[in-house]
């Protein structure tokens, strides 16, 4: 028994291995300061500790490991006996305290009110353990209020006790995936895996490398898919990059996760859910609005919108109403172009937070859509033509009602196009939150209605228009030509999405709806009950759709942008255009849709023209095409990486350059140009290289 005793007082007098001073210098009567043990410790296995930290009021703070701009982390000293180690403290997720002082404002992690750090402990296996061992240490740390900070200090002897079950609860778990990194210019960009369905209530991510970013700088947060993206501010100082980034993901709601991130890719686009947009390389966001209130006014003279627009226009000077009802119709109106504005782009959001990779007009994607629209526009044509007579398209009711239902028209029918100055706002409405993205759309609805508006509310506007007369059903019945265009333009497009025969049994289908709406035209003269008698006319039509469309339904049949296009280019993908970009050749890359009106006019004034043809030919420009006709999810992902929501997107590479995005109404001179810019660049390199002629279809 003497024996052991003094093997016993040997070991005890090892463990010290440490420096602890006899007694502490400060105290800790701030923040008192205790350490706990889970337990007695098992060979072989890790043993936990705790240091339990509890103010002695509410104006008192203590630090994270990193504590910010200011402040300090804990010095912690343990001896333990030969063999043990102690491994990285484990803290809770931190809060941010901010200080606005003169110089700028600083940001210090902080924990307020009681908190606990746990310490693993590693038990070497052939540790002799009887019992709880004496486990001494001596802690340094920080006490603050707002306004002053006292040092503190403390001797410490582990014993039994605490509450771990809570405290293990508190601290960020560890995510089992690795993050990835990467720096561009000044910011740190950081793609953290997260599942989607994680609530992010107010994110904030604490970097645990000192001296890396600046923390009082916005962060910026988006979402890819199951990655949540953070930009971050590097610091001024800042002069390398290390090897790994740690750091803890704060879901604002004293909830997160810790994370180790290692240099490597990170996604761009996804959608923005927190931060300033300045911050996000995404202009000011009255331009964005601006941007897309002009870009909706100019959707009023595409040839599917001016003739709804034109006649609904006349109708306030037929009906002559009063003032009252000349502004409440134009509020009509406005409500209902917005309220589809609205829900085509809410619909849009939650599909893309669903994780489908979709963009503006998605819907024309779609057959079904594309016959609904087909149908209705057909409709249309039939009543301007004065086939038939509709409450609420006709330009004579002049209800509320029907305004609201003719602005709910007018915003279905401009989705195909996106004019000058939309392309910005929309492709921002694809990052920024979900609230900040609707009112970009509800602005891109104000600007579609505004010209009605202006009617309704501006006498001396409507004094301006022509007075009543017997050319206003003569204008009317014009109206019906473009409009008729609009349908020609569908049912190309359902050929275009669904193979012939699919077009053709649409076509069907569309011949029964008119000529039952001409029955009822007839019976609407002769003052008879009309309604009725289009059920059963239509009725064997609709019928006969139904089953056969899907069966005709053959989207391997149209052929691609590709194959049509004088430039003979190569169908768009992420390695084709790595490839190309390589080989030391001008690309030219743009993307277009069949049911896309700028697309085409750009096409036929620009692109498919000889002398462009000829002028990348000279230059050896590779040119690419992405149709995006039927939504290809690649294709899709590409312009919301380049900030585009749809088409048209064109992209001009320079050899060994980066993508120059033109504008989306373009030029043949600007591509000519460019063409022949890249060619004296080449001669001027003195570069010899074979170049592969472009054909040039007659």
Not at 177 to 189: D, L, T, Y
Not at 349 to 377: K, M, S
Not at 484 to 500: D, S
Request: hydrophobic share 50%; with cysteine.
């Amino acid at each position: 028994m003497l024996l052991l005793a003094i093997m016993a007082l040997v070991w005890a007098a090892g463990v010290r291995a440490q420096d602890i001073p006899a007694q502490p210098r400060y105290g800790d009567d701030n923040i008192a300061v205790a350490l706990y043990a889970d337990g007695a410790p098992r060979a072989g296995e890790t043993w936990m500790l705790a240091l339990r930290f509890t103010p002695s009021s509410d104006e008192w703070h203590g630090y994270w490991s990193n504590p910010g701009d200011a402040g300090l982390g804990m010095d912690l000293r343990l001896a333990l006996p030969e063999g043990w180690t102690m491994g990285a403290p484990l803290y809770p997720v931190p809060q941010r305290l901010v200080q606005e002082l003169p110089s700028g404002p600083l940001m210090n992690h902080i924990y307020k009110g009681e908190y606990a750090v746990l310490m693993p402990i590693a038990v070497p296996d052939d540790a002799d353990i009887a019992g709880l061992p004496r486990i001494e240490g001596f802690v340094e740390f920080l006490a603050c209020t707002d306004t002053v900070c006292v040092p503190q200090d403390a001797l410490l002897e582990a014993r039994q006790g605490g509450d771990f079950a809570r405290w293990r609860s508190e601290i960020a778990p560890k995510l089992a995936s690795a993050a990835s990194f990467e720096a561009s210019g000044n910011v740190i960009r950081l793609a953290i895996p997260l599942p989607a369905t994680v609530e992010l209530a107010n994110p904030h991510v604490f970097i645990a490398n000192t001296g890396l970013v600046a923390y009082a700088e916005p962060q910026v947060f988006r979402r890819a898919g199951d990655t949540l993206v953070a930009e971050l501010l590097l610091d001024r100082y800042q002069a390398e990059l290390p090897a790994e980034v740690e750091g803890i993901v704060s879901f604002g709601t004293g909830a997160g996760v810790r994370f180790g991130a290692i240099a490597g890719p990170v996604p761009d686009g996804g959608e923005m859910i927190a931060g300033p947009v300045e911050y996000a390389g995404i202009p000011p966001l009255w331009t964005l609005l601006l941007g897309a209130l002009v870009g909706g006014l100019i959707l009023n003279i595409m040839p599917c919108v001016f003739p709804i627009l034109s006649l609904k226009a006349l109708s306030l000077v037929r009906a002559g109403g009063s003032e009252a009802a000349a502004r409440a119709e134009g509020l009509a109106y406005t409500a209902g172009v917005v309220l589809a504005c609205i829900a085509l782009g809410g619909l849009l959001l939650a599909l893309r937070a669903a994780g489908e990779q979709v963009g503006w007009a998605f819907q024309l994607q779609q057959p079904a859509f594309v016959i609904a629209l087909l149908v209705l526009a057909s409709v249309i044509t039939a009543n301007l033509a004065g086939v038939f007579a509709l409450p609420g398209i006709d330009t004579g009711g002049g209800a509320r009602r029907g305004a609201f239902a003719t602005g709910l028209l007018a915003a279905v029918a401009a989705t195909p196009c996106t004019g000058p100055f939309m392309a910005a706002a929309l492709g921002a409405a694809l990052l920024l939150p979900t609230m900040l993205a609707l009112a970009l759309f509800a602005a891109l609805g104000l600007g579609l209605a505004l010209p009605f508006l202006a009617l309704g509310f501006v006498p001396a506007l409507r004094r301006m228009l022509p007075r009543p007369g017997p050319w206003m059903e003569r204008f009317r019945r014009a109206m019906a030509i473009p409009m008729g265009l609009t349908a020609l333009a569908l049912l190309w497009l359902a050929v275009q999405l669904g193979g012939r025969g699919f077009a053709l049994f649409a076509l069907v289908t569309l011949f029964g709806i008119v000529l039952a709406l001409f029955v009822v035209g007839k019976l609407q003269q002769a003052g008879k009950m009309a309604w009725p008698a289009f059920g059963l006319v239509a009725a064997p039509f609709l019928i006969f759709g139904a089953f056969a469309m899907p069966a005709a339904y053959d989207p391997g049949e149209q052929r691609s942008a590709a194959s049509r296009s004088l430039l003979a280019p190569q169908p768009f993908s992420a390695e084709a255009l790595g490839e190309a970009r390589a080989s030391g050749n001008p690309v030219f890359v743009w993307f277009t849709a069949d049911w896309c009106v700028t697309c085409k006019v750009n096409e036929g004034l620009a692109i498919e023209r000889e002398a462009t043809a000829r002028a990348f030919a000279d230059a050896g420009v590779i040119a690419m095409v992405g149709d995006w006709t039927d939504g290809d999810e690649a294709i899709t992902r590409f312009l919301t990486e380049q900030g585009a929501a749809g088409v048209p997107l064109y992209l001009w590479y320079e050899p060994g350059g980066e993508a120059e995005q033109l504008p989306q109404v373009i030029t043949a001179d600007m591509l000519t140009e460019r063409a022949l810019r890249a060619r004296r660049a080449a001669r001027a390199r003195g570069i010899s290289r074979e170049i592969r002629p472009r054909a040039v279809r007659d």
